[in-house]
């Protein structure tokens, strides 16, 4: 279990705490939250990060596949059903993290996802906006079921609780659209009517302010995801509460921001021209005032610039190839000294040669008397 310990993961004592960040596990809690596991026959994976040898990523496999509800959203889909569940260092639930496990840990998932991108079917524009609201009761009766729920929990309908008390529809962690009184907090998912959308069918994807959003009916897109948690206010009438200035505020925030990367690009395309006329420039300043002069002054000016030019250019050229002239000149001056110093050694060699042969012919050489020897 030491391979968890500081990483948050629900298996290395998750238990007894839930969320409380002072919570220090004890090794007691550990093994005995360890052991509920086990003994449901649930398998455990670590990946450990190889320079520090901390947990990035923990998968606990179980013997049966188990509806999803409430964690299934990714940014580009969302999961169905699975046999397992996926932790980051922080103990959160990240599915998106299955295509980074090898291959016989991901072999051994059975996971259902519907990836948002094989269903997106329109792009639209920002001016076609008409409202940002949420989904009514019966609204949110038409959306399929798989994306009802994998929004963390229960989030906000426009409608209101039963028996039109003080209470607001919800729907649930399970997907439902709750008729049952909702007093406390909720999560948000907006909801967009938008004109000119083309012909598409419920479940179709459209995506804009960067989010992939479900087609519900007629104008209407539901995000795919949450953006907050939010108090209803107290009252059941969805026109002037607080969770409706909310989402105008933040589909105004939302708007401020595509404009200013529409400003972005193009103060960088005219950066980009800017640039471009100064590089222009430096060419030469008479070809940029070239407009103004007469066409005589104008050719006097510019064959002023290109004659100094030329003029440059050939005197350098001829300085280059005098300088190799030289340098030929030194070297085979070199050369031939070389050549001639070779020679007067020759011919020294030549001469000492002949003056030992002679000096043999002259020499007297001296006969020494025969003697007699004993051969034995």
Known sequence: MALGVNTGWCTTGRYGHYGDPNFIPSEEDAKRHFNEYDERGIEFYYLLDPKTHYGEIAVAVYPEEFDVYG???????VLVSTNAEIFNAQ???DFSLVDKLPSKVRNLLDIEFIDFSKRLKYKPSIKDIDEITLLSRDEANLVPDEFLAGAWGEWWLRSKGKDDDESVACVDGYGWPDKLPCWYTCLVRPALRIRNLPDLKTGDMVYVFDKYWCYVTDDLVLMMGSIE??????????????????LQGWLAEQKSK???????N????EEYKKNRKARLQRLGEALDNLPELTD????????????GAKAEAEDRKKQVKDSFKDKNKETREFIKKQDK????????KS??????DESLFNEEVELTESRDFDWD
């Open 258 to 264: 595509n404009e200013s990367l529409k400003r972005g």
């Open 71 to 77: 964690t299934g959203f990714t940014k580009n889909g």
């Open 296 to 307: 005589g002054k104008a050719h006097i000016e510019v064959d002023a610039v290109t004659g």
């Open 341 to 348: 110093d070779r020679e007067v050694e020759k011919e020294d």
């Open 266 to 269: 193009k103060m960088t395309v």
């Open 91 to 93: 103990d959160e639930l």
């Open 229 to 246: 948690s939010w108090d209803f206010g107290g009252s059941n009438e969805y026109e002037g509460s607080s969770v409706q200035r909310y």
């Open 351 to 356: 001469e000492n040669r002949l003056m030992l």
